[in-house]
């Protein structure tokens, strides 16, 4: 059974910085795609970026690019995504998610973690 864990979720004051981490209890995490979404108050849940198994390759949604940044290490079964120059827009819940690739990722992944809350304030 995979299990995803999110952490590093709060508040944050607009411009500012966070670190969210999700840990994969699976061996074959090295060779999954990684991802994260985030679901508003209100609205869908919104693919924010990817990376494939190697880290070589990356995606990211147009509204987070040069923003955030989603990385891995293999030897930690861990995926990162670093949130810097943070808007309230970019208030909600932070789902970890993997999958076979990142284009699977992309278009719905097959698990999923259990989500934890960014609080960006004006």
């Known amino acids: 059974q995979v299990q995803l864990v999110e952490s590093g979720g709060g508040l944050v004051q607009a411009g500012g910085s966070l670190r969210l981490s999700c840990v994969v209890s699976?061996?074959?995490?090295?060779?999954?795609?990684m991802g994260w979404f985030r679901q508003a108050p209100g609205k869908e849940r919104e693919f924010v970026a990817a990376?494939?198994?190697?880290?070589?390759?990356?995606s990211y949604a147009d509204s987070v690019k040069g923003r955030l940044t989603i990385s891995r290490d293999n030897a930690k079964n861990t995926v990162y995504l670093q949130m810097n120059s943070l808007k309230p827009e970019d208030t909600a819940v932070y789902y970890c998610a993997a999958d076979r690739t990142t284009a699977q990722i992309i278009n719905g992944p097959q698990y999923w973690g259990q989500g934890t809350q960014v609080t960006v304030s004006s």
């Open positions: 990376i494939a198994w190697s880290g070589g390759s990356t």
């Open positions: 699976v061996r074959a995490f090295s060779t999954s795609a």
